[in-house]
């Protein structure tokens, strides 16, 4: 499992900074720019396992787990997960007891899916641990962060939303 993770370290000096003297801060390519403190803080990257085109056009994808596996398969041709277009996924994870779900945004924004999760009585996909469906509506593009509990694991899945 790979974790990516942001530090930002910020210094002090003796003399604070004055309300007319906008705050600045290093660009990556090394070029100064005007900090704008009011600007929301912006979105991490999606990993590149969250993305759904490429060579791994697979949409049979693990997520990472904390005490349990989590599995995906989406229901889904190229360039069909969509904001605001239904999303059917099926979901295999280990662990025991109740199981409920809910992704997050790229702003923060938490949805539940619009139906499921449904109990798959029988399956023929080949992946450990019990089964259930859901139907999802993303509201917005970007980088979502799918949560799924049980009353013993967790697990979760990244999954880039296009426009």
Known sequence: ???????????????PETPSEP?????????????NPSAPPTAPACPPTAELNGPDTSYDRQGTGDGATLWAMLFSGPG??????????????TGGGD????????????VKPVWGPEPHGS???????DEWGTGWVFPTSGCWTINATRTSGRGSLALRVAE
């Open 99 to 110: 199981f409920s779900i809910s992704a997050t945004g790229p702003d923060g924004k938490v």
């Open 23 to 35: 705050s600045a801060q290093a660009s990556a390519s090394g070029q100064l720019q005007a900090a």
């Open 80 to 93: 069909a997960v969509r904001a605001s277009r239904e999303l059917k996924v099926a979901w295999r994870m």
């Open 123 to 129: 399956s023929n996909w080949g992946r450990p641990g």
């Open 1 to 15: 499992m790979a974790l990516i993770s942001a530090i930002v370290l910020t210094g002090c000096d003796s003399a």
